[in-house]
């Protein structure tokens, strides 16, 4: 596990080395592996070490000088976001019954099951779209919404809509101020901050859940 996270950690320090090796090696073909990264990205969870936003911020960067077609991207890309959390949502679906079939330990009961598909009928959309934009956390959660058994025409529906919405502002946002200088000579601290800002809103939200909890039993 902290070999792919080291792994991880690597390939986002050095992500537009990286891009431009493998724009360079496979050409035309590039879009492949990318399409693989954002599908694995969010469609398995075993890979929530592979970067979301910061890659996409860097593929809409390296757009600007023609070694990729920025349209193109914005629409494989997109296929890739939501085909990549229906999977998820599947694998969910159907692991889940297994999961909790039989076991007695503290979070695998049917009661907690009970308790995830209440959330995700009453905060799913909101919980879907938000996901998107916070690593690890957008992984999880089509998972968890197929487990609890999230109705899938409502899943499939903020699934369209978040994936759009990620996939094309970082795109823009990349291709806009990728290129700009102070952004492109360091580069690599403007990818780990996109990082950083990402998961500032689970933060806050869990500080906010935990001082909700603890006044209450006060």
């Given at each position: 596990m902290l070999d792919l996270l080291h792994q991880g950690l690597d390939l986002i320090r050095h992500l537009d080395d990286n891009i431009a090796s493998l724009t360079s090696y496979f050409g035309a073909y590039s879009y492949i592996?990318?399409?693989?990264?954002?599908f694995c990205e969010t469609g398995l969870v075993v890979t929530p070490f592979l970067?979301?936003?910061?890659?996409?911020?860097?593929?809409?960067?390296?757009?600007?000088?023609?070694?990729?077609?920025?349209?193109?991207?914005?629409i494989l890309l997109t296929v890739a976001a939501i085909v990549g959390d229906s999977v998820n949502y599947w694998i969910g679906s159907l692991l889940g019954p297994r999961?909790?079939?039989?076991?007695?330990?503290?979070?695998?009961?049917?009661?907690?099951?009970?308790?995830?598909h209440e959330f995700f009928e009453r905060?799913?959309?909101?919980?879907?779209i938000l996901a998107r934009f916070?690593?690890?956390?957008?992984?999880?959660?089509?998972?968890?919404?197929?487990?609890g058994r999230m109705?899938?025409?409502?899943?499939?529906?903020?699934?369209?809509?978040?994936?759009?919405?990620?996939?094309?502002?970082?795109?823009?946002a990349g291709y806009l101020f990728g290129q700009w200088k102070p952004v492109k000579d360091n580069f690599e601290f403007v990818v780990f901050g996109i990082i950083i800002?990402?998961?500032?809103?689970?933060?806050?939200?869990?500080?906010?859940?935990?001082?909700?909890?603890?006044?209450?039993a006060t």
């Open positions: 592996p990318l399409f693989a990264i954002i970067p979301g936003d910061s890659l996409l911020f860097a593929l809409g960067a390296f757009a600007t000088n023609g070694s990729l077609n920025l349209p193109l991207m914005m999961i909790f079939r039989g076991e007695r330990i503290w979070l695998l009961n049917k009661k907690h099951l009970d308790r995830t905060y799913g959309g909101k919980t879907i916070v690593p690890i956390v957008r992984t999880f959660a089509p998972f968890v919404a197929g487990m109705t899938y025409r409502r899943f499939m529906a903020y699934n369209v809509i978040g994936g759009v919405i990620w996939i094309n502002i970082f795109l823009i800002i990402s998961v500032l809103p689970a933060i806050f939200e869990y500080y906010r859940v935990r001082r909700q909890v603890t006044q209450g």
